[in-house]
């Protein structure tokens, strides 16, 4: 460990599943176990870590008990993986080939190694294929058989062809990594310069006689065609590519049991292209895609139920497909109970969430999502701009319940939150829409139509002023709840983008 906090960083990222899977594997080895398991649990129940608290607890051997649990919990996750990783079975199964060579039993080692040997061929694995190459080779050194001479040059030719497909997919690995650092600057080139950099900087994608090899080069090739082109702004080309991506990883199916989140990585940026260019009709297969999946690791089904829920969110959002809404929310709330989920992602999702329940007038159920995140723990607090949003949609669900109580304390918790993040000044977004709030509680029956239609004149202004700056969409999503009340047409109707 190099940090003091590298323990506490491992600890939060296990699953409940690993957690569980760790204690169990700890107390078999008995007493010795119980105080590193101590500090396991006390590590395991803080929200930040606190180094002096466990050194009052566990004295000077803190260190060493820390880097003694560090080891422990890595040993222990090895064997909970390797039952069902195919690599870390080709590995274990090279360590077992150098034991049984090491006590002379040269045909058990072979054996060894030809099982290794298939699973690598399966997974497209070029580096562990030349590591067995080498124990094959030193087999065939020390039997010195008749044949001794054709083995090993058919093991030097299997070397070099080793060699030269995991070259192949280190050169387009190595451009996919390129590609990416444009990509991080801009979603799209939109001047002459910068494309023909870019055209003459990776001519060689664009070779059309190009023959992909290596099973894992095919992917990094489609990708990076994939990426190439979204910087050209080739809609239509990104889409085939990406296709092409999700078709190999159908044609992989033990590749992505061993590597599914890197599967998840590639629908996710995929998806991610298609929201860009409002691509909406060519989502819903892939969000079937997703629904389709079974992952083997507890972790990936976490991964998946993230990564499905939010996009079928944004999805949801953007295109008004309000009926599936509701059916997902009880989805939604069973994962979040069920996985540990990084705190972006469940940021993402209860912000959506909230948004897809206020738009469809479910305003109890929206208040209850907004309340998550107004009331969340230190480390689960979103940016500032999410906060801001939610705070309005909450004072907005609330005001719909028609309980004064309620909307009383919630335009008092809303006032205190602004002026804390705007330290005295008054005359933002969030104030204005807070003050036509107040207004609306106030006033007699006949006056509140005025009001909602001032309300709506003020968002359209707001629209186009570069002066107001509101949250991001809030403006947006505001003056569609204005129409809905002026105009009694559903909020979402005011919104959708076909």
């Not at 460990?1 to 960083?9: A, C, G, N, Y």
């Not at 939010?310 to 997902?328: R, S």
């Not at 186009?464 to 709840?481: F, H, R, T």
Request: overall charge neutral; aromatic content about 12%.
């Amino acid at each position: 460990m190099k940090s003091k906090e590298d323990l506490f960083q491992l600890v939060q990222a296990m699953s409940k599943a690993e957690k569980r899977y760790f204690t169990l594997d700890a107390q078999k080895s008995g007493r010795e176990s119980a105080r590193y398991l101590e500090l396991f649990r006390d590590i395991s129940d803080m929200e930040e870590y606190d180094e002096a608290k466990l050194r009052d607890r566990f004295g000077k051997n803190l260190p060493s008990d820390k880097s003694y649990l560090y080891d422990a919990i890595l040993r222990s996750m090895r064997d909970y993986r390797s039952a069902n990783s195919r690599s870390a079975r080709i590995k274990e199964m090279i360590l077992d080939a150098r034991y049984l060579y090491e006590r002379g039993l040269y045909g058990q080692s072979e054996g060894r190694l030809r099982e290794a040997k298939a699973l690598a061929k399966e997974l497209g694995d070029h580096l562990a294929l030349l590591e067995i190459n080498k124990e094959e080779s030193k087999i065939a050194s020390e039997g010195k058989e008749k044949n001794y001479r054709q083995v090993i040059e058919e093991l030097i030719a299997e070397k070099e062809e080793e060699v030269a497909l995991m070259m192949e997919e280190y050169k387009y690995l190595d451009s996919c990594y390129r590609l990416l650092g444009e990509l991080t600057q801009r979603f799209q080139f939109n001047n002459d310069a910068d494309k023909n950099r870019l055209i003459e900087k990776f001519a060689f994608l664009q070779d059309p006689n190009t023959k992909v090899k290596s099973m894992q080069a095919e992917r990094r090739y489609y990708q990076d065609l994939a990426m190439y082109n979204q910087l050209l702004g080739q809609t239509d080309k990104v889409f085939l590519y990406y296709s092409k991506v999700m078709e190999w990883w159908d044609n992989n199916p033990k590749y992505k049991d061993e590597e599914f989140y890197r599967f998840i990585i590639d629908v996710s940026n995929f998806l991610y292209a298609l929201f860009r260019k409002e691509q909406y009709q060519h989502i819903p297969d892939l969000l079937r895609k997703l629904d389709q999946e079974n992952p083997v690791y507890f972790h990936d089904r976490a991964i998946l139920f993230q990564k499905a829920s939010i996009n079928k969110l944004m999805y949801y959002i953007n295109t008004g497909a309000v009926d599936q809404l509701e059916k997902l929310e009880p989805e939604i709330e069973a994962g979040m109970h069920k996985y540990d989920i990084n705190p972006k992602n469940v940021i993402a999702i209860i912000a959506n969430l909230a948004i897809g329940l206020f738009m469809i007038e479910k305003y109890p159920k929206c208040e209850v999502w907004c309340r998550k995140l107004i009331k969340s723990s230190p480390k689960m607090k979103p940016k500032l701009d999410i906060q801001k949003g939610i705070h309005l949609l909450n004072l907005i669900a609330v005001l719909e319940s028609g309980d004064l109580d309620k909307l009383e304390n919630a335009i008092r918790s809303t006032s205190r939150f602004l002026h804390q993040t705007y330290e005295g000044k008054t005359d933002g977004f969030e104030f204005l829409v807070l003050s036509y709030i107040r207004e609306l509680v106030n006033a007699p029956s006949g006056e509140v139509q005025r009001i909602y239609k001032d309300f709506r004149t003020f968002l359209v202004e707001a629209k186009k002023s570069a002066l107001i700056q509101a949250p991001i969409g809030m403006d947006e999503l505001l003056l569609a709840w204005a129409n809905h009340k002026i105009e009694r047409k559903p909020t979402v109707s005011y919104i959708l983008k076909k």
